[in-house]
């Protein structure tokens, strides 16, 4: 059996920023990492095609078009896939799950983050989240998203 | 079929350091063990060797992964060069080999040594925390690690799940990646685990990062693995039984991030093998051993179906039934792995091809003389494959 049962894992809403590396953040990127300071989820879109670009490019690779810019999206999406991660790889931080969202709008379309305010053992393939940010300084907002009710 | 100037090349000596966990010797004394011992294999001299490569060379990342940088071993060999090369962007950790291989079909060397040395286990004596050794991250892994995937577990672990979900794998259906690999592990003198592994104990180890255990990751060690690749002109005087390089997999086709990846199959290691499928006349049944990175047990998994041994979704039941073992269809990771015998990273896996296909494997030599090997190295958005042969094939 393995050691920790999931159902007693409680993947706690982060409140504080936690201690992983910081994105560099690249002309592209300042502005998606930036996005969350006003709650809402940003990703770069064609403005000719309207193909949804993540990570984010300066040019469309689906038309060619040179015409991008970061567009609001609902922030709803669903788990492609997951992890809980239970080693301790940074001293004292408890276990996280990480997961690749597909956007509502666009499935090839991944947003990674943390799924948060729920057991580890209710985090599945399939399921519908809502993304809300953690905020780390006024330049970085990091997505993590929430079970949303099915 | 387009030109196979790698068959130009062939690898005409081996060596390895010494091999172990917390060694304490820097990363420059293995090298240069391990270095001369494939040039006295190759019945060369130091100052015939004429070419120089290596992965990663120099970087500025985690403590114990890098090695000496080729310029830095230029110097501490004194070596008389025409060519040299090393970078961690290609076909995984062989695209250093292939670099060699390049390297003598084009005549800018004639005798390349290629080494890849690590010291992690030592490194990780006093280490600091993920977050201290890298304040800042860009490229794939920016959106990787801030967001708290801050180890490759964590990237293997999404392929993984998905893995499991999409074909209905569990995890008693993987264990025997691990358990074969102990097995053949305690049959080299050189692997660091050899105490036999159960499938209880495999279900019953701590969870990493899920579905991911602790026999599902590799484990950092110190050493160093080298090889002279040289023409095939010069073949007469080997003393050694040759090693043909047969066709080499380079590809990158895919969207191969870590996280945008199309399917849990459709990782680099596929588009690799495909590529080094197109570039020979053997096809998957010609091979007799399998020598297929395991950083994770699932990168394995994805090896065995990306070079065609079955079909997708079906290297978990492929392992059972011991195919995989010694004396299996098809023997898998025979030095027991990067799993029990240690993160040689990349090279371990060709040089145990070299070593099968010479003869040389003692008590873990597969029977009946192998031919062709395959050698998988990498995965995500990582993969090289090469196919190496006894004779010319
Ligand atoms: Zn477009």
Redesign the pocket.
Known sequence: MASIDLEDVILEIPTEAPPFPLPSRSLESAPIWASGADGVLRIDR??????Y?HPPSPR??????W??APSAVSGRGTVYTFTIGLQEFIPGFPPHCVALVEIDEQPDVRVIGRVAGCRASEVEIGRVVQASFNRVNDEVWLPYFTLVAS | MSPRGERNAYVRGIGQSQVGRRLMRSEMSLTIEASLAAVEDAGLTIDEIDGLATYPGEMNIQPGFAGPGSPSVQEALRLNLNWFSGGSEGAAQIQAVINACMAVSTGLARNVLVYRTVTESSAQVGGRGVAAETPEVGGLLEWLMPTGAVSAVHWLALVAQRYFHEFGVTRDLVAEIAINQRKNAALNPKAVYTEPLSMEDYLGARMISTPLCLFDCDVPIDGSTAFVISHVDTIGDAPKTPIHVNAVGTALRHRNSWEQWPSPTLTASADAAAHLWERTDLTPSDVDVAELYDGFSILTLLWIEALGFCGRGEAASFIQGGRIALDGALPINTHGGQLSAGRLHGFGFLHEACVQLRGEGGARQVAGSPQVAAVGNGGGPIGGAMLVTAGLG
Do not use: K, L, R, T
């Open positions: 064609c403005g000719s095609c309207e193909y670009i469309c690779p689906e038309c060619g078009s015409e991008v």
